[in-house]
C-alpha cells in the first residue's frame, strides 16, 4: 500500500487486488447505484473503518 499526494494536499490510499476481486468490485457499484468502482470502493472502506464520509470532508 502507497500513499501519494495530489494537488488538492488530499492524500491517496492505493492498493493492489486480483482481476477477480477488481471484476466483483465493479458489478457491486454497477448494481447498487451511481458511484463509480473507485468512488464505491472508498464509501464501503470508509464505512468499514468506522470513518463518515462527512468526517473526512471537515478535516479537509
Known sequence: MSTTTN???EKQI???VS???HRQVRIKA???GTLSPN???REKLL???GIS???DEKTS
Request: aromatic letters at 10%; hydrophobic letters at 50%.
Open 7 to 9: 494537488s488538492t494536499n
Open 14 to 16: 492505493v492498493f493492489r
Open 19 to 21: 482481476e477477480a476481486i
Open 30 to 32: 454497477a448494481e447498487e
Open 39 to 41: 468512488q464505491f470502493a
Open 47 to 49: 464505512k468499514a473503518l
Open 53 to 55: 464520509n462527512l468526517d
